[in-house]
């Protein structure tokens, strides 16, 4: 009885010990897990403040992008369009559309998706606008290169050098005509000049006509396009052929006095659309 007493004793005393070891084990394992959960709420919220601060930073960068861009859009508007009588962009364009709401659900259930949903909503807008604005200076690019070519064509400048150049003799307008002594319409400008003097092309063009032509004598007559046609009269010699094409300040004959003509000068004509202007108001490089 004694020796089960004792058994029952050691046994008792086994499970106690067990017991203790278990709730120590217990123990440590929650105070572990606890430690663990603390540490990793830590690390959430430091990742928080960090995110927070990235975004606060990136929302001030798009403020700045977003001031530059609205910069450069008045000036599209207000200034390249009109200088280049472009048709203005409308509004609805420029504010182009972007994702919907089911476009942001991504970001939901992440740390800070408010602010992550109002970021990547800006973000959208500007890289739409910025697409947009790529677009017009594109166009406005095409509008450019069309207008450096057509002002290669329309004629700008005097047809003969200053040097060269002795006076005007006779302006645009109504005249009395020196040999046929009565009053008509004198559709271009007489350039006094010695005979021989260089005559240059006053744009790029194709030659319509080069040969002798009645009362202008040797004539050359170059269509620039755009309805520009221009008249070197009463030339002394002829450097160009009918087609060929020129370009500003190609040298396409010599002054001369063929055709009714009282002295060595040039008869020069502008016409647009076939009709007579006063060539002066083209001498814009000179």
């Not at 430091?46 to 403020?63: F, G, S, T, V, Y």
């Not at 396409?252 to 040039?266: C, R």
């Given at each position: 009885?004694?020796q089960?007493?004792?058994?029952?004793?050691k046994?008792k005393s086994?499970?106690?010990?067990?017991?203790i070891?278990?709730?120590?084990?217990l123990?440590a394992?929650?105070?572990?897990?606890?430690?663990?959960h603390?540490?990793?709420?830590?690390?959430?919220?430091?990742e928080?403040?960090?995110?927070?601060?990235?975004?606060?930073?990136?929302?001030?960068d798009?403020?700045r992008?977003?001031?530059?861009l609205?910069?450069?859009?008045?000036?599209?508007?207000a200034?390249?369009?009109?200088?280049?009588?472009?048709?203005?962009?409308?509004?609805?364009i420029r504010n182009?559309?972007f994702?919907?709401?089911?476009?942001?659900?991504k970001?939901?259930g992440?740390v800070?998706?408010?602010?992550?949903i109002?970021?990547?909503?800006r973000?959208?807008?500007?890289?739409?606008?910025?697409?947009v604005q790529?677009?017009?200076?594109?166009?406005?690019i095409?509008?450019?290169?069309a207008?450096?070519?057509?002002?290669?064509?329309?004629?700008a400048?005097?047809?003969?050098k200053?040097?060269?150049?002795?006076?005007?003799?006779?302006?645009?307008g109504?005249?009395r005509?020196?040999i046929?002594?009565?009053?008509?319409m004198?559709?271009?400008?007489?350039?006094?000049?010695e005979?021989?003097?260089?005559?240059?092309?006053?744009?790029a063009?194709?030659?319509?006509?080069?040969?002798?032509?009645?009362?202008?004598?040797?004539?050359?007559?170059?269509?620039h396009?755009?309805?520009?046609?221009?008249?070197?009269?009463?030339?002394s010699?002829?450097k160009?052929?009918?087609?060929?094409?020129?370009?500003r300040?190609?040298?396409?004959?010599?002054?001369?006095?063929?055709g009714?003509?009282?002295?060595p000068?040039?008869?020069?004509?502008?016409?647009?659309n076939?009709?007579?202007?006063?060539?002066?108001?083209?001498f814009?490089?000179q």
């Amino acid at each position: 009885m004694e020796q089960i007493q004792k058994n029952f004793n050691k046994k008792k005393s086994g499970f106690k010990k067990t017991t203790i070891l278990v709730i120590i084990v217990l123990w440590a394992f929650t105070a572990f897990s606890f430690m663990l959960h603390t540490e990793r709420k830590r690390e959430i919220e430091e990742e928080r403040l960090i995110l927070n601060h990235q975004l606060e930073q990136l929302n001030k960068d798009m403020a700045r992008a977003e001031a530059a861009l609205l910069n450069i859009q008045k000036n599209d508007e207000a200034i390249y369009r009109k200088v280049l009588a472009a048709k203005s962009m409308p509004i609805s364009i420029r504010n182009a559309g972007f994702g919907g709401a089911d476009y942001y659900k991504k970001y939901k259930g992440n740390v800070n998706s408010d602010k992550l949903i109002s970021t990547a909503k800006r973000i959208d807008i500007l890289s739409k606008q910025l697409e947009v604005q790529s677009k017009s200076f594109d166009q406005l690019i095409d509008l450019v290169k069309a207008r450096e070519i057509k002002m290669a064509h329309i004629p700008a400048i005097l047809p003969i050098k200053k040097e060269e150049l002795e006076k005007f003799a006779a302006p645009y307008g109504i005249r009395r005509h020196p040999i046929l002594n009565f009053k008509r319409m004198h559709n271009g400008i007489d350039l006094v000049a010695e005979k021989g003097a260089k005559v240059f092309a006053t744009g790029a063009g194709t030659v319509i006509q080069a040969s002798y032509n009645g009362g202008f004598g040797m004539c050359v007559k170059i269509d620039h396009g755009y309805g520009y046609i221009t008249v070197y009269a009463h030339l002394s010699k002829i450097k160009v052929k009918r087609g060929q094409k020129v370009d500003r300040y190609h040298l396409i004959g010599l002054v001369g006095n063929t055709g009714l003509s009282t002295g060595p000068h040039l008869h020069y004509e502008v016409r647009i659309n076939k009709k007579a202007v006063d060539p002066e108001s083209f001498f814009q490089l000179q």
